[in-house]
């Protein structure tokens, strides 16, 4: 596995970069998004700064759309993931699935909750 980590957080937001049509793969729609499918609700701040951590881990680029008279004249900042994010995503899913398979069923449901 890589040696890169990959917290939850921004396993979610890439998850979600990649379901959200590529226009609509911007800041506040990818919160939105967050708490609509994760109900997860963060500031604007924590996705910006999550967006920017994983396009300096490479697992993301960026590029501004057009600017729109709805935005003021703005240019909304789109996220796409990169061949590096699809690798490090498919590695943590089959870590997890691994994992997941290593736990017998039984053993679920001897869990003691305190």
């Known amino acids: 596995m890589s040696k890169q980590h990959l917290g939850e957080l921004e396993?979610?937001?890439?998850?979600?970069?990649?379901?959200?049509?590529?226009?609509d793969a911007y800041g506040l729609e990818i919160r939105r998004a967050l708490q609509e499918h994760a109900a997860r609700t963060i500031t604007i701040g924590a996705v910006h700064g999550t967006v920017n951590r994983l396009e300096k881990k490479g697992f993301v680029k960026s590029q501004l759309g057009g600017a729109t008279e709805e935005r003021g004249g703005r240019r909304k900042r789109l996220f796409t993931i990169t061949a590096h994010g699809k690798s490090i995503l498919q590695q943590s899913r089959d870590?997890?699935?691994?994992?997941?398979?290593q736990i017998p069923e039984l053993a679920l449901d001897n869990i003691r909750i305190t």
């Open 11 to 23: 396993e979610l937001i890439l998850l979600l970069i990649i379901m959200l049509e590529p226009e």
């Open 95 to 101: 870590v997890k699935v691994n994992l997941w398979q």
